[in-house]
């Protein structure tokens, strides 16, 4: 157990739809990383918030978007959903935001567009 | 950008065989980072390499940089189904570990 935490574990949804994945990250971690998986894209960085900042931003979509929470918490919103959104979405978390710290990956939420 | 190959993609082995993964950057590599994966689960850490010629171990798995930077290689002695999984190696660039690019994974399957 990496200490992150994801809900929901599973989402069905339909096309248009819009759905919010939630994180809680380690105790005391500062840093959340969003990653999306899929079979043809493999693992790919969408965004990180460092204190509640946005800190690094990746492949991530117009459709999407993210927050860090005072409490540190994060949400990765997800509008307008397509079939090709249907994915593993992968939180992570490291202490701070600085050079090589190890990220811990939660174990993710499983999004089926229907 | 940093593209991450990694070989074979997949690996079918008996217990108790030994194996290696290899993991090539097309740059050069300041941070790599060896994760473990069940299906459809999330990342374990295994290890993370920097210094060029750096070797770490962790119980039986142990992981390479070469000199250059530019290729890491997990080995495993003696494999256990529990080995069995999908490794994945994911690099940073020289600012640090912001952008972590994975590559698409050895999928390790043990026969008992």
């Known amino acids: 157990d990496s200490g992150v935490t994801q809900t929901p574990k599973h989402l069905i949804t339909a096309t248009g739809q819009r759905v919010t994945l939630r994180c809680s990250p380690r105790s005391g971690d500062l840093s959340v990383y969003w990653y999306q998986q899929s079979l043809d894209q493999g693992l790919q960085f969408l965004i990180q918030y460092y204190n509640g900042e946005e800190r690094a931003k990746g492949n991530i979509l117009e459709r999407f978007s993210a927050q860090q929470f005072p409490d540190l918490h994060s949400e990765l919103n997800l509008s307008s959903l397509e079939l090709g959104d249907s994915a593993l979405y992968f939180c992570?978390?490291?202490?701070?935001?600085?050079?090589?710290?190890?990220?811990?990956f939660g174990p993710g939420t499983r999004l089926l567009v229907l | 950008s940093q593209e991450l190959e990694q070989s074979p993609q997949s690996l079918i082995v008996q217990e108790g065989k030994n194996l290696t993964i290899n993991c090539t950057s097309s740059k050069t590599l300041y941070g790599l980072y060896w994760y473990k994966q069940k299906y459809g689960e999330g990342l374990i850490f295994l290890m993370m390499?920097?210094?060029?010629?750096e070797e770490k171990s962790h119980e039986k798995i142990t992981a390479k940089l070469d000199e250059k930077k530019q290729q890491s290689s997990l080995h495993i002695t003696a494999s256990q189904p529990s080995h069995a999984g999908i490794y994945l190696c994911?690099?940073?660039?020289?600012?640090?570990?912001?952008?972590?690019?994975f590559g698409k994974g050895t999928k390790l399957t043990v026969n008992p």
């Open positions: 390499l920097q210094k060029g010629g």
């Open positions: 992570a978390s490291s202490p701070g935001g600085g050079v090589r710290e190890t990220q811990y």
């Open positions: 994911g690099a940073d660039g020289r600012g640090g570990s912001e952008k972590l690019v």
